[in-house]
């Protein structure tokens, strides 16, 4: 099977007629799409169009939900992404071939090294780790192997990046995400992970395209999670954040405030300490195709200690007030009542006039004394 | 000396004897928890400030939107207690987090504004001078509900004053003034439901969206506090805020263990209730009204004999 | 020089330059109060609900009732134990009372927010007992009333003096038949104020938290009683030397020491209470170097300067130091007052150490505030003045007539 990665642009051009213009183009829209410099389109292109950078996609115990949702992208759309864009190297989903071939594709993958290691699902530990075999090989094993190899390693999904559905209690399988099983294997790459179910594709694409553009990945936090996308919690971006600013919220599913669109938060929304991206990244552009935006509240789909851990109709505390909330003190200024001069020039005015007539009349008093004594 | 040192002699001896008759004088009767007191539990360790509750008392009572000044440093929402908000959420820093303080009535066991009210406009439920919810079913006794009757309120204020919550708020810009304070919505009550509800039906304790703030029995709220200790130590100040202070309140706070209730702006009270060492203080004297009755007629009996003897001494001399 | 010389009316023209300037200082203070009660009391005043009284309570009720306790003061002299000497002394007293009481009546009016709902107050089913101002309410109400009959003999003795005969036998017949009732209204103006005065203490006794620890007692309705007292009567003593200097009354300074050194009696008595209150209750420790502590001395002061004073004036020659040492009076009683009530007062109550809370409130009285009080001071004096012109009030020179046998002479005792 001939590697696609290996056949440089130049040549796919003139075999399929793609003009270098609308490579460009279909680059730069690639770039927009996931928040790109206007100018990153052309380095993309011209990075891509000397070697497009290999991608090995490993699924374990997954839905394939977040394949799934990749596939519904349209900027760049699945097909303009594995064909012009990235070489898909290995593909459970996506290839047409199976068995001995695309485990042979995923060797050649490996052997040539230096590529892009989506991981896909929770790797089991339980017994050894028995309980997730793909091509007769144990998940850990494949995953370590091909992690050594690669150049940069990607979580997608919870499952992949914590555990996700197979790790909620009582866990029989003792699934843990990728980090986690590479972390114990000593295996030092740079790690990505990105978290909910499905991941927005948005921010793999992005991730993705950063690296095949400039060879760098996103700014992380202390998860792994690029910040871009990760970096505030649902509450802070939330459309319906004027409601729960106003205290409107919905009280029971289908109430007035429910169809009025209000607040979620009293029925259990998650928001306000889950760190994703969804309010402001719309999946498959269909703009309030995401939980809240369809009146659930969101479930925290993101966080390890949240989703399939507290009840979905639990809400949690805010950790972070976020502006306009401004409290006041337990005894606020008052606005200091401004003593008017006039005011204060007034009362001392008088407090002295009286003290200064009562003391000229004791005078005149004493002095009417004094005289009186004088004439007798 | 004008007066001889036999009259002062006189007047001690009588003031002495007064004193220790008035010393003997029962004090005030101290004023129980009613068994069918109604109250809210606010628990600082669930608010999370989302000030729901200040937006649905302001709707449930027909209150405006406060007017906009930097006051407080707060340029959207109340910053206190005033003549248009019936309760404020405010805010304490904890080790770079915020604890939240709900302030409203406390609709106290032996209020000090229904003690020093003079015509009773501030009353307990049922316990007034009148009824003044004759439009909404009527008061309930018993409940311990704080109400406002307006129309016995003179302004005086005084109420102001004896509050050591300063709840009571007075509306200064107005020819029409009134006190505005919490009434624990009595007028939500729906007399169909049974329970609490049927009596009153707090618009915040509906709508909080962390349960922060609920609203019960005062019995049932006190039992639940004690029992949210018990299952959760760690998490609560050991005490509950109006248990016994100042005699009590029906509206009870629990605190995180790091802050005082204090600092959360809650007096530190004595047990004894302030109304009932006023009134006792004041009423001592009294004796019922028997001391003002006897000194009268005392006083009238000596002036009359004065006047007599002035009289008769006057007609001797001659004119 | 008898103490009981003959009181009249001063006459003369009513519409002088002082009399003018009252009453246009009155008049600003008029226009000011229609405006509040179109307005409220917000706009006028800098009252807010942490100093929610202002100085409208305190002085223009509590110092003004103050001053006007002279009536009291006297009369329990005169009447009750019977120290007749100071007949003299009584009418100038009850109109002084009679005055100023109104003057407290009437502020309160102003003060009130919702005045129209006070004619709730004489409706006995309605009534809170447990109320303190209820007390003081009702109490004022109703010596406000006995003050002005008591004012009545010298109306009576004014018309039973007039040209007219109907007008003098109307005099002599109401005047006749008031000086029967007279003990029992006596009676009455000696326990009201007993009463009221010592429940204006009381007021404050339900701001416990609130009051600073060095004023805040259980003792504090006798404490107002005590220095009421020696309010009126430094007040009387005061009066009755103005009106020495501008109509040239006459003044018996013998009385005036004699009835001082019942004064300084009363000052004496008072800071001795006080004083071991403070130690009894374990307050000692609150006098340390601030602001309270100052002030108490201030008071402490005021309080004993006059006493000592008092007890050591001669029985004549001495009217300046006698002057002053009852002006000092009046003040130590002013300043007791609104210190209790204002100063020493806070929204947010005080510190376990005796230093306030900070409660975000302020305040100092708005000149909204000052020119209705000084207003109505005003007034009251334009009253008094006019008064005595017309009836005869003031002791200039003649034999007096004791008013508890009204139109008859009486010799002194």
């Given at each position: 099977m001939d590697n696609l990665g290996s056949q440089v642009i130049a040549v796919q051009e003139t075999d399929k007629g793609v003009s270098r213009r609308d490579f460009i183009k279909v680059c730069s829209a690639a770039a927009a799409a996931v928040g790109m410099p206007a100018w990153a389109g052309e380095k993309m292109a011209e990075t891509v169009g000397k070697k497009k950078p290999s991608v090995v996609w490993l699924h374990f115990q997954e839905c394939t939900g977040c394949t799934e949702s990749l596939l519904r992208t349209s900027h760049p759309d699945a097909g303009t992404l594995i064909l012009d864009l990235v070489s898909v190297d290995y593909h459970e989903t996506l290839f047409a071939a199976a068995g001995k071939q695309i485990e042979e594709a995923l060797e050649d993958a490996k052997k040539a090294g230096g590529y892009v290691l989506v991981v896909e699902g929770a790797i089991p530990r339980k017994e050894d780790g028995i309980y997730c075999i793909v091509g007769g090989k144990k998940a850990t094993d494949s995953l370590v192997e091909c992690a050594e190899r690669a150049a940069a390693v990607i979580c997608i999904g919870s499952c992949a990046s914590w555990g996700g559905v197979p790790s909620a209690k009582p866990n029989p399988t003792d699934a843990v995400g990728a980090p986690e099983i590479l972390k114990a294997k000593g295996i030092k790459k740079p790690i990505v992970t990105l978290p909910g179910c499905p991941a927005n594709p948005y921010n793999l694409l992005g991730t993705v395209l950063q690296f095949a553009t400039f060879g760098t990945l996103p700014k992380l936090d202390d998860l792994?999670?690029?910040?871009?996308?990760?970096?505030?919690?649902?509450?802070?971006?939330?459309?319906?954040?004027?409601?729960?600013?106003?205290?409107?919220?919905?009280?029971?599913?289908?109430?007035?405030?429910?169809?009025?669109?209000?607040?979620?938060?009293?029925?259990?929304?998650?928001?306000?300490?889950?760190?994703?991206?969804?309010?402001?990244?719309?999946?498959?552009?269909?703009?309030?195709?995401?939980?809240?935006?369809?009146?659930?509240?969101?479930?925290?789909?993101?966080?390890?200690?949240?989703?399939?851990?507290?009840?979905?109709?639990?809400?949690?505390?805010?950790?972070?007030?976020?502006?306009?909330?401004?409290?006041?003190?337990?005894?606020p200024e008052h606005g200091v009542v401004a003593a008017s001069p006039v005011a204060v020039g007034l009362g001392s005015a008088i407090v002295g006039a009286l003290a200064g007539a009562g003391f000229v009349a004791s005078k005149k008093l004493s002095a009417a004394d004094s005289e009186k004594g004088q004439k007798e | 000396m004008s007066i001889s040192r036999r009259d002062l002699l006189k007047g001690a001896v009588v003031a002495g004897a007064a004193t220790a008759v008035i010393g003997e004088a029962e004090a005030r009767e101290e004023v129980p928890d009613r068994p069918d007191a109604v109250g809210m539990l606010f628990d600082a360790t669930l608010c999370v400030g989302c000030r729901a509750c200040q937006t649905a008392c302001k709707k449930a009572n027909d209150l405006p939107t406060d007017t906009v000044d930097a006051n407080g440093g707060v340029y959207d929402a109340p910053a206190d207690l005033n003549g248009t908000t019936k309760n404020v959420i405010k805010a304490v820093v904890d080790d770079g987090k915020n604890v939240y303080m709900k302030q409203q009535c406390m609709h106290c066991v032996d209020p000090s504004c229904v003690s020093v009210c003079m015509m009773g406009a501030l009353h307990k439920e049922g316990e007034g001078k009148r009824d003044c919810r004759t439009d909404q079913g009527g008061e309930v006794k018993g409940t311990g509900i704080v109400l406002y009757d307006k129309g016995l309120c003179v302004g005086c204020r005084y109420c102001q004053i004896g509050c050591a919550f300063n709840v009571p708020k007075f509306e200064w810009?107005?020819?029409?003034?009134?006190?505005?304070?919490?009434?624990?919505?009595?007028?939500?009550?729906?007399?169909?439901?049974?329970?609490?509800?049927?009596?009153?039906?707090?618009?915040?304790?509906?709508?909080?969206?962390?349960?922060?703030?609920?609203?019960?029995?005062?019995?049932?709220?006190?039992?639940?506090?004690?029992?949210?200790?018990?299952?959760?130590?760690?998490r609560y100040n050991p005490h509950i805020y109006g248990e016994t202070e100042g005699g009590g309140t029906q509206v009870m706070y629990l605190a995180p263990p790091a802050l005082t209730f204090k600092q959360l702006g809650l007096p530190e009270l004595p047990e004894e209730s302030s109304a009932h060492f006023s009134e006792t203080m004041s009423h001592r004297p009294y004796l019922h009204g028997l001391t003002p009755i006897a000194l009268y007629a005392a006083m009238a009996f000596v002036i009359n004999r004065n006047k007599k003897a002035e009289e008769a001494g006057h007609g001797e001399e001659g004119k | 020089m008898s103490a009981h010389d003959h009181p009249q009316a001063i006459g003369g023209k009513v519409l002088d330059p002082l009399m003018t300037t009252l009453l246009a200082i009155f008049a600003v203070a008029a226009a000011v109060m229609v405006y509040r009660f179109f307005a409220g009391i917000g706009p006028v005043s800098n009252m807010t609900d942490g100093f929610t009284w202002g100085i409208w309570e305190p002085v223009n009720v509590v110092v003004f009732t103050g001053i006007g306790a002279g009536a009291y003061g006297v009369g329990l002299l005169c009447y009750l134990l019977n120290k007749g000497k100071y007949h003299g002394l009584v009418r100038p007293a009850v109109l002084v009372g009679a005055i100023s009481y109104t003057l407290g009546a009437s502020s309160i009016v102003v003060a009130l927010g919702r005045y129209w709902n006070a004619y709730w107050l004489p409706w006995v089913p309605y009534w809170n007992l447990g109320s303190a101002l209820l007390e003081v309410a009702v109490c004022v109400l109703s010596y406000v009333l006995v003050l002005w009959v008591e004012v009545l003999p010298s109306v009576f003795d004014g018309a039973a003096a007039s040209a007219s005969p109907s007008w003098a036998a109307w005099g002599k017949k109401w005047g006749a038949r008031l000086a029967a009732a007279m003990p029992f209204i006596i009676a009455l103006a000696i326990l009201l104020p007993t009463m009221h005065q010592s429940s204006l203490g009381g007021l404050m006794l339900i701001a416990g938290p609130k009051i600073h620890p060095l004023w805040h007692t259980g003792l504090l309705?006798?404490?107002?009683?005590?220095?009421?007292?020696?309010?009126?009567?430094?007040?009387?003593?005061?009066?009755?030397?103005?009106?020495?200097?501008?109509?040239?009354?006459?003044q018996d300074d013998k009385l005036f020491a004699d009835m001082s050194k019942v004064n300084a009696g009363l000052l004496f008595l008072y800071v001795a209470l006080r004083l071991v209150n403070i130690v009894l209750n374990g307050k000692l420790r609150f006098f340390q170097a601030d602001f309270p502590t100052f002030l108490f001395l201030f008071e402490m002061a005021l309080f004993l300067a006059p006493a000592f004073m008092f007890l050591t004036v001669k029985g004549s020659g001495q009217r300046g130091k006698l002057f002053g040492a009852a002006l000092l009076a009046i003040a130590a009683g002013a300043f007791y007052r609104v210190d209790t009530y204002l100063t020493m007062y806070r929204p947010v109550g005080w510190t376990a150490e005796g230093k306030p809370f900070s409660a975000g409130w302020d305040y100092f009285p708005s000149l909204g505030e000052t020119i209705v009080t000084v207003g109505m001071a005003a007034v009251g004096i334009a009253v008094f003045i006019f008064i005595s012109r017309k009836f005869p009030v003031v002791v200039v020179g003649d034999r007096a007539h004791s008013n508890l046998s009204g139109g008859q002479t009486a010799a002194g005792r």
């Open positions: 792994g999670r690029p910040t871009f996308a990760y970096g505030r919690v649902i509450h802070e971006d939330c459309p319906r954040r004027p409601h729960f600013d106003n205290g409107r919220f919905a009280q029971a599913y289908g109430d007035e405030g429910h169809r009025n669109g209000w607040c979620l938060y009293k029925l259990g929304c998650k928001g306000p300490q889950t760190h994703a991206n969804c309010s402001l990244l719309s999946f498959c552009e269909v703009p309030g195709a995401w939980p809240i935006g369809i009146g659930h509240p969101c479930i925290g789909c993101t966080e390890q200690g949240i989703v399939f851990n507290v009840p979905i109709n639990q809400n949690l505390p805010i950790d972070k007030p976020t502006a306009p909330m401004a409290y006041p003190a337990v005894n | 810009t107005k020819a029409l003034p009134r006190i505005v304070k919490c009434e624990l919505c009595r007028h939500r009550a729906d007399p169909k439901k049974t329970g609490p509800l049927a009596v009153a039906n707090p618009a915040c304790c509906e709508v909080c969206p962390r349960g922060a703030v609920i609203y019960g029995k005062r019995a049932d709220l006190l039992a639940q506090a004690k029992q949210r200790i018990a299952a959760d130590s760690k | 309705p006798t404490l107002f009683l005590i220095s009421c007292l020696s309010m009126g009567y430094g007040a009387v003593v005061v009066l009755v030397n103005i009106l020495n200097l501008t109509w040239n009354a006459k």
